[in-house]
């Protein structure tokens, strides 16, 4: 529930001002990526310094337990921002985002870019 209300804030602060950024400007922010299924976008205990969204496809949270026993969380589709909490608070993912369809696409921003760009921005009120 917490992951959707995220994901309704932060299209509400930001989609506005995200669609009226210049395309140029886009394509420095904004770095787009594909990965094949069981592709870990994000490995859980990594450090994550950027923020995704999904353009196509599938991503699944996963959380592994350790002793190779992984449960799946959520499934991630098309308009699906993720990240933002290990990035924001600039910490290691507390689980891993791995590909679930045969192909995805995302589009991922750094967050020191994303800072830069909504500087003064209440982004971290969402995590507050």
């Not at 995220?6 to 400007?25: H, N, S, T, V």
């Not at 990035?87 to 507390?94: F, N």
């Amino acid at each position: 529930m917490r992951i959707a209300l995220a994901k309704i804030e932060f299209l509400q602060l930001y989609g506005p001002k995200l669609r009226g950024i210049d395309m140029r400007k886009k394509e420095v922010l904004f770095l787009r990526e594909e990965a094949t299924r069981g592709f870990a976008v994000i490995q859980q205990g990594q450090l994550n310094n950027s923020i995704y969204m999904v353009f196509r496809g599938k991503v699944n949270i996963v959380f592994d337990q350790g002793n190779g026993r992984k449960i799946k969380m959520l499934s991630l589709g098309k308009g699906s921002i993720f990240g933002m909490d290990s990035a924001l608070r600039q910490m290691e993912s507390e689980c891993s985002y791995e590909v679930a369809s045969k192909v995805a696409v995302h589009f991922k921003i750094d967050y020191s870019f994303f800072e830069k760009h909504f500087e003064g921005e209440p982004l971290n009120s969402l995590f507050a």
